[in-house]
């Protein structure tokens, strides 16, 4: 029934933002980064419901500031599908469901549906008037929607032109070309490209996404290892720095125990040995050949902003999938 369905929403809903709230205090950095650098717009306390208080209370313009323009949006998505929601639901609730009940013919009750007694259902066939009043609740819909999508968008035109004016350099003038073709993937041939559409001196730099391969997996595996020393040196100096204290593992299994802290230092001179290594390889094998591991995906940093913008308009191919320019998204 209606009620055993309600019932099971409110306790979903009860444990999702209790199970939340548990997240939040064990993991803060994940659920509330922004609070514990005091980036957020408010304060908020550590009692199980605070966030959603503060969240009620947050405007789009403070969501803006502190977690920028796309995630703001999201969050006025939702608040704008919440308000057709209500424009819509509350006059087809307040009018038509006591229509349909009282005096739609009572159809749904011969077949022994009371659900239906409130809904359309319910409405005998034919109804000398009632189908009417659906037509005008129809229009009624299209029209507050309509409305309420203009409204926002203006309100987005607003936000979206105050955000481009504060992008900080060089993001401003910088843009993001997406499907280079093979014979201009490399930094040379992408700058040489944008020179023959603008002036050679409104170039200030031209860079292909590079393929790193191997380069991400070291610097991920000298980020654990930089944990895992961090680790030992609190755990030694919980223990006063005495030398007899100092951790101790081994290298694999059933090896001799060693140095936990020199090991883990010794390692992670090697990683940041061999990352400079790979760094200076894909660097010269950048420079040497057109395509290999320079990748489609490039950046291209104007000296203004007034030839980014044009460069974001402009129309380089007869194909849609070659020289696709766009802004530059947050670093």
């Known amino acids: 029934s209606i009620l055993v369905g ?6 979903a809903i009860f444990c999702i933002a209790i199970a939340f709230w548990f997240l939040k205090m064990r993991y803060p950095r994940i659920y509330a980064n ?6 957020s717009p408010r304060d908020v306390a550590d009692t199980p419901l605070a966030w959603a208080t503060a969240s009620w209370k947050t405007t789009t313009d403070e969501a803006v500031k502190c977690a920028g323009l796309d995630q703001a949006l999201l969050v006025e998505f939702c608040d704008v ?5 209500i424009q819509i639901a509350l006059p087809t609730t307040l ?3 006591p229509l349909h009940f009282f ?8 077949q022994g549906d009371h659900l239906s007694r409130i809904a359309m259902g319910n409405v005998v066939r034919p109804h000398p008037w009632l189908f009417y009043v659906h037509a005008f609740f129809v229009w009624m819909v299209v029209l507050t929607t309509e409305a309420t999508i203009h409204q926002t968008m203006q309100s987005f035109l607003v936000r979206c032109g105050q955000w481009r004016k504060e992008l900080p350099y060089p993001q401003a003038s910088t843009v993001l070309v997406e499907g280079i073709p093979l014979p201009y993937r490399s930094d040379a041939k992408l700058r040489e490209f944008f020179e023959q559409c603008f002036e050679p001196s409104t170039i200030k730099a031209a860079h292909v996404v590079k393929d790193t391969g191997k380069l991400i997996e070291l610097h991920k595996e000298a980020l654990l290892l930089q944990e895992s020393l961090c680790k030992a040196e ?18 694999r299994f059933m090896g001799e125990r060693c140095d936990a802290i020199e090991n883990y230092t010794r390692d992670i001179a090697e990683h940041e040995q061999l990352i400079r290594k790979h760094r200076k390889e894909i660097i010269q ?26 460069a974001v308009h402009l129309q380089y191919s007869n194909h849609s999938h070659e020289w696709k320019v766009s802004y530059a998204p947050e670093p």
């Open 6 to 11: 309600l019932g099971f929403n409110c306790i």
């Open 81 to 85: 599908a919440m308000q057709i929601l």
């Open 103 to 110: 005096l739609g013919g009572n159809r749904a009750l011969d």
């Open 285 to 310: 094998a950048s420079q040497q050949e057109v395509g290999g591991i320079n990748t489609m995906n490039g950046f291209v940093t104007f000296a203004n902003r007034r030839e980014a913008e044009l």
């Open 95 to 97: 009018v038509l469901c």
């Open 34 to 39: 922004n609070v514990c650098e005091s980036k």
């Open 234 to 251: 609190i755990a030694w100096a919980k223990n006063g720095q005495l030398p007899e204290f100092r951790p101790q593992m081994t290298k």
